[in-house]
Each structure stands twice: as structure tokens, then as C-alpha cells.
């Protein structure tokens, strides 16, 4: 056997070996295998878990979904006092609420034509809805001819102009503002006139401060003049009794003329903002009583 002969035979033999699978004699690639597959599994579980959890939303949430279920008035909001009403810890409803916010699911508008400080939340997909509704409102009034278009040209607002609020709503930094200053807007690519059309459409509202504005919603107004007249209605029937007070199934049974918010909506307003108080009295029922708040 010449030398390239004997190289290439410790080659073929060297391959051979390399190929030799070696038994696992004290089971460490099985019990490697297993480790894998558990942590695996386990990682599996953890997520399943993590988005179980998140699809469970906080007590204060639903509290606000089921408000806004009764809202009657097609402005899909409800005051954060009002669920103060249904669950008994202001501050963890404010800190869940606020994380709520927080991760951009719901905004928080401070409302103008109260004399305290009162906000209402809503779904920021509702919100973004009535973005949606001007853009098609604005569109449909092209299609009439130029004499319609030119008529409502004061409050035309371009597609363009909501797109760009639409971001501007999406942006994580204004998740939690209530309000946003004109030199904000203005580098957001919002210029003055932009401005104007906003506030004449409802979605800002300017701020007694120069410069600044509250952000708001559609039909504020609307939602505002139902709930001034709803807890005049309510609490003027508890000033013309004698004790201030009634049972809340009798109160109940009136019917409200000036609002198109059912009772329900109002005594949860009521209560929660301190206008009213209640308290049951054992089987007989619950009596609603006006406080020195609601006088």
C-alpha cells in the first residue's frame, strides 16, 4: 500500500467514527429532550395565561361599558363619578381606569358647562368612530353640486385634516392629555385653520388658558343639556318633599320629560358626583335623599 492509498483507508476509517452515533448510557440527551420539552410547555402556558388575563378587563371597565350601555343619548361616554356609584374604591376605579387610558384603549375628556371638574371616558374606537362619521359627512356633501358644497364650506374639515388628528390621537404621548396647546398642534403639521375646523366640529374646545384647548368629543353639548336637565328634573321632584327624600322605586316610576336619559343613567350620576345620597332600609327598598351638594 502506497502512502496516498494508506491516507485515503485513515480518512474513510476517520469519517466512518465521526459517523458512529455513541450510546447514551446515562440518558442525558433523553433527559436533555425532556427539559426542552417542559419548558416548552411551560412557556406555552404562561402565554395562554397572559392573554387570558389580558382579555379580562378591570371591574372599573365594565362598570363603564355597562354606563354607557344605558346612555341613551347615541354619545357613547359616561362620567367617572358615576361609576364611583356601582363599585366602593374611588382609587383603585381611578388607578384602573387610568391604566386603561394608559394603554390607549380609552380616553378621558374633561367636560365644559359644570361647575366642578367632571370627566367622561369613552372607547378610544369610539372615539375614532366619529372621526370616521365627519369624514363620510364631509363626503357626502360634495356629491350634491358646488351650491351645497359652497354653503357648508365654513365647516368643511378634509379627510387630510382628520387623518392627521387621527395620529395625532394614536400618538402615545396625548394617550392621558386632556388638553394639548396650539404649538403642539401646530408641529404636528395642524395649522391655525385646521384648528378652527376641529373646534367647529366638536373635537377640540378652547381652553380659558390663550393657546390651549380641551380636547372633546362629538355632541358634547348635546350629551350635556340631557344631563343638566335630568338632574334638574330629579332633584327639583326631591325639593318638593318635605323630608328631601324618596324610595327609588317610586322614583322610578316618573317619567322624565326634559331629557332623553332614562333614570337609571341619572341616579348613577346623581349618586356618584354627591348630588344625592342612598341608603337602603332594609326590605323595603332603597330611598334616594338630596344633600346640601345637590340643593
Known amino acids: 500500500m502506497n502512502n496516498r492509498q494508506r491516507i485515503d483507508a485513515e480518512q474513510t ?15 442525558n440527551n433523553i433527559k436533555k429532550a425532556k427539559r426542552i420539552r417542559h419548558e416548552l410547555l411551560a412557556q406555552e402556558e404562561d402565554e395562554m395565561e397572559d392573554d387570558f ?3 379580562i378587563a378591570s371591574d ?3 362598570a363603564a361599558s355597562y354606563l354607557i350601555g344605558l346612555n341613551d343619548t347615541t354619545v357613547p361616554v359616561c362620567f367617572i363619578h358615576q361609576i364611583y356609584s356601582i363599585l366602593p374604591n374611588p382609587t383603585l376605579i381611578d388607578k384602573e381606569l387610568q391604566e386603561a387610558i394608559e394603554k390607549g384603549e380609552w380616553r378621558k375628556f374633561h367636560v365644559i358647562g359644570s361647575v366642578e ?19 363620510q359627512e364631509e363626503n357626502n356633501k360634495t356629491v350634491f353640486g358646488n ?10 374639515f378634509s379627510d387630510i385634516q382628520v387623518d392627521i388628528f387621527i395620529r395625532l390621537i394614536k400618538d402615545k404621548r396625548y394617550y392621558s392629555q386632556v388638553t394639548i396647546s396650539a404649538k403642539d398642534l401646530n408641529s404636528f403639521g395642524i395649522n391655525d385653520a385646521d384648528i378652527k375646523q376641529l373646534v367647529m366640529n366638536g373635537f377640540l374646545l378652547p381652553h380659558l388658558q390663550v393657546g390651549l384647548y380641551w380636547f372633546s368629543f362629538r355632541k358634547q353639548g348635546h350629551f350635556m343639556t340631557n344631563i343638566s336637565n335630568g338632574r334638574s328634573e330629579i ?20 317619567r322624565l320629560h326634559k331629557t332623553r336619559l332614562n333614570m337609571e343613567f341619572l341616579l348613577h350620576d346623581l349618586v356618584g358626583s354627591g ?6 332600609i332594609g326590605s323595603t327598598g332603597n330611598v334616594i335623599k338630596l344633600t346640601n351638594k345637590g340643593l
Open 13 to 27: 476509517l476517520y469519517r466512518t467514527q465521526q459517523r458512529v452515533k455513541k450510546p447514551d448510557v446515562y440518558r
Open 53 to 55: 388575563v389580558m382579555q
Open 235 to 254: 332633584t327639583r321632584i326631591l325639593k318638593k318633599r318635605a323630608t328631601k327624600d324618596i324610595m327609588e322605586s317610586l322614583l322610578k316610576s316618573k
Open 275 to 280: 348630588r344625592v345620597e342612598r341608603y337602603s
Open 60 to 62: 372599573s371597565v365594565n
Open 147 to 156: 351650491l351645497v358644497f359652497l354653503a357648508s364650506s365654513l365647516f368643511f
Open 117 to 135: 371638574d367632571e370627566y367622561v371616558i369613552i372607547k378610544t374606537e369610539d372615539y375614532l368612530k366619529m372621526m370616521d362619521e365627519i369624514k
